[in-house]
């Protein structure tokens, strides 16, 4: 096995547990001398920094190049709406009305090149912010943020992506759901972590991110937050999927006060410290 | 002036959309002949923004008013720039609908 190795994070909605997992998984790591670097790719509502001592390094913008079209120079010939796959611009003929809708935009660039009378120029949008933070020696933290009203996180998530050390142990804050921006950051990943609850809506979302890592052929294990609430239905389920139940985490009020103070239940209880250990060699023997 | 209604079928008697850009049919109604085609929504099938490409649609069909159960902001400012007029309707049939215009909307 090589020495760094790419986890992610992830679980089928929000609320689950991910943050607690994350940050708690990288801390057990770095508590123990190995190199590690973890990225916040829930570019919505990006939090792992808040439970580290961090400071920031440096930040880069990210952003996406948008057609505006010169209605001067514009014959209303129609072809830049005819290249655009995306119905990104919004086209007349009759009416000579055209419009770059930006949010719709994918930035692919096919409308300029399809106009022959040069009325189409670029400009960039800004589309988000990758973050650098170093979190104590030689351990950063990556976030990667969208700046609110944009349509999709992917961009900067692949911006944050691009990041990834492959010398230490990477982990990955996945975003919440089984869309684009989740597919991209577990695409990126060796192995996934889902994180969920014993519930019948922790089942179902469960089942949406296991088929959408078939579909990719990504492997899995499973981490159980609540243990103990619910009925044994997501435990048949990952028995019948030969999906590996990773570790349970019992409902525990030390844990909810930890997190609510944004101190981390691996510094402040030596026997949580232990069983992110734990959990970390249980996914190393699954890879 | 023509109309254009958000259906959720072909025929006068379905049930008007509640979604204006991926609605399977557009109902023209032409106020001064009286009649009514139904014509598949070009958009419907769009992954992305159909809601842009159904108002190319109907614009581009000299459209004065359209009705539906209910216009994304990004669709009313669109409709709003060109002039169309929008009206919401829920709860009625094609048929209906069109009954209400000349009550609403005399000429
Ligand atoms: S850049 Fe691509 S997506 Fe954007 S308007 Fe042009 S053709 Fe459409
Ligand atoms: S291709 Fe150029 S000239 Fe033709 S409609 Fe588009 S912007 Fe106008």
Redesign the interface.
């Known amino acids: 096995m090589r020495a760094g190795m790419t986890i992610a994070i992830a679980s089928g909605k929000g609320g689950t547990g991910k943050t607690f997992v994350s940050t708690n998984l990288f801390n057990a790591i770095v508590g123990e001398g190995d190199g590690a670097m973890l990225i916040d790719c829930d570019a919505e509502e990006p939090d792992d920094t808040l439970f580290f001592n961090v400071k920031r390094v440096c930040s880069r913008e990210v952003t996406q190049k948008i057609p505006v079209i010169d209605a001067g120079k514009c014959t209303f010939c129609g072809r830049c709406r005819e290249y655009c796959n995306?119905?990104?611009i919004?086209?007349?003929?009759?009416?000579r009305?055209i419009?770059v809708?930006d949010?719709?935009c994918h930035g692919c660039g096919a409308c300029s090149a399809a106009c022959r009378s040069g009325a189409i120029s670029e400009k960039e949008k800004p589309l988000g912010t990758v973050t650098d933070y170093l979190a104590g020696e030689n351990l950063k933290i990556v976030e990667a943020r969208m700046h609110p009203g944009n349509k999709s996180p992917v961009e900067v998530i692949r911006e944050a992506l691009k990041e990834a050390d492959t010398a230490v142990t990477v982990l990955l804050d996945a975003p919440p759901g089984t869309s684009c921006p989740f597919v991209n950051t577990v695409s990126a990943a060796d192995f996934t972590v889902l994180v969920t609850e014993p519930t019948p809506f922790g089942v179902a979302d469960l089942k949406q991110a296991v088929k959408a890592l078939k579909n990719i052929g990504k492997r899995c294990g499973a981490v159980v937050n609540k243990a103990g609430m619910g009925d044994g239905e997501v435990y048949a389920y990952l028995k019948a999927e030969g999906i590996p139940l990773l570790m349970s985490i019992p409902f525990d009020r030390n844990i909810a006060e930890s997190c609510s103070k944004g101190e981390l239940i691996t510094d402040t209880d030596g026997r949580w410290k232990a069983e992110f250990r734990k959990l970390f060699e249980t996914i190393r023997e699954n890879l | 002036m023509k109309i254009a209604i958000a259906s959720e079928n072909d025929g006068m008697n379905s049930t008007v959309d509640g979604r204006f850009g991926r609605c399977p049919y557009f109902a023209f109604h032409d106020t001064s002949t009286g009649k009514t085609e139904f014509v598949r929504n070009p958009a419907r099938e769009s992954s992305e923004g159909a809601g842009p490409a159904a108002v190319e649609f109907v614009a581009s069909r000299g459209t004065g008013l359209v009705m539906a159960g209910d216009f994304g902001t990004k669709i009313r400012s669109l409709l709003d720039g060109l002039g169309i007029s929008m009206e919401k309707v829920t709860g009625k049939t094609v048929a209906e609908a069109i009954k209400s215009i000349s009550i609403n909307h005399p000429e």
Do not use: G, Q, S, T
């Open positions: 995306y119905n990104a919004f086209f007349l003929k009759e009416a009305r419009k809708m949010d719709l």
